[in-house]
T-cell receptor, first 111, second 116 residues
Framework: ELKVEQNPLFLSMQEGKNYTIYCNYS?????LYWYRQDPGKSLESLFV?????AVKQEGRLMASLDTKARLSTLHITAAVHDLSATYFC???????????FGTGTRLKVLA | DAGVIQSPRHEVTEMGQEVTLRCKPI?????LFWYRQTMMRGLELLIY????????DSGMPEDRFSAKMPNASFSTLKIQPSEPRDSAVYFC??????????????FGDGTRLSIL
């Protein structure tokens, strides 16, 4: 059974600081997705990572995938308040298009 | 593109009543997914369809839950009879087949369900 774990679960950080969210998964997969969810809202796709060593960047966010370590990271550079949200990683189960979601990381950026 | 459309946005009903949630996927998407989100259990996949055919319903909690996709543009999730523990936000998502998974799932705005 595929398990996806994120850490930390909660993250409070000051504006301007850097931090990394980690996503570990338990079985082999080379398809990983990052989503953002604002309170009471839907999930918004951020990144699609499809191979070992894949790196994607958008603004202050950068995501990477290491399939051998079964690890993805979401790095935040010089955080701003607008990045406050919950971030989820999701792993495609055995190429079935079925996603298993991580627990989510609730990020709060303090002004 | 209109995105994934769910209705109703909010539903409040009493225990024992039948609840029907509706979803219109993005046109041209082959896959449709139903999820449930709660604080305790996070995001759980309930069932998903490919070309209107249910592929995996192992996440459906019990026989009180059923889902149908009569055509490519419409799906329903039904709970009968409803119980307070079914209270959650239910999301519908859709995705095209894509190449090697390069197209992510697109989520609707969700239905916030409260069973009293």
């Amino acid at each position: 059974e595929l398990k996806v774990e994120q850490n930390p679960l909660f993250l409070s950080m000051q504006e301007g600081k850097n931090y990394t969210i980690y996503c570990n998964y338990s079985t082999t997969s080379d398809r990983l997705y990052w989503y953002r969810q604002d309170p009471g809202k839907s999930l918004e796709s951020l990144f699609v990572l499809l191979s070992n060593g894949a790196v994607k960047q958008e603004g202050r966010l950068m995501a990477s995938l290491d399939t051998k370590a079964r690890l993805s990271t979401l790095h935040i550079t010089a955080a701003v308040h607008d990045l406050s949200a919950t971030y989820f990683c999701a792993v495609d189960y055995a190429g079935t298009y079925k996603y298993i979601f991580g627990t989510g990381t609730r990020l709060k950026v303090l002004a | 593109d209109a995105g994934v459309i769910q209705s109703p946005r909010h539903e409040v009903t009493e225990m024992g009543q039948e609840v029907t949630l509706r979803c219109k996927p993005i046109s041209g998407h082959d896959y449709l997914f139903w999820y449930r989100q709660t604080m305790m259990r996070g995001l759980e996949l309930l069932i998903y369809f490919n070309n209107n055919v249910p592929i995996d319903d192992s996440g459906m909690p019990e026989d009180r839950f059923s889902a149908k996709m009569p055509n490519a543009s419409f799906s329903t999730l039904k709970i009968q009879p409803s119980e307070p523990r079914d209270s959650a936000v239910y999301f519908c998502a859709s995705s095209p087949r894509g190449r090697g998974g390069n197209q992510p799932q697109h989520f609707g705005d969700g239905t916030r369900l409260s069973i009293l």
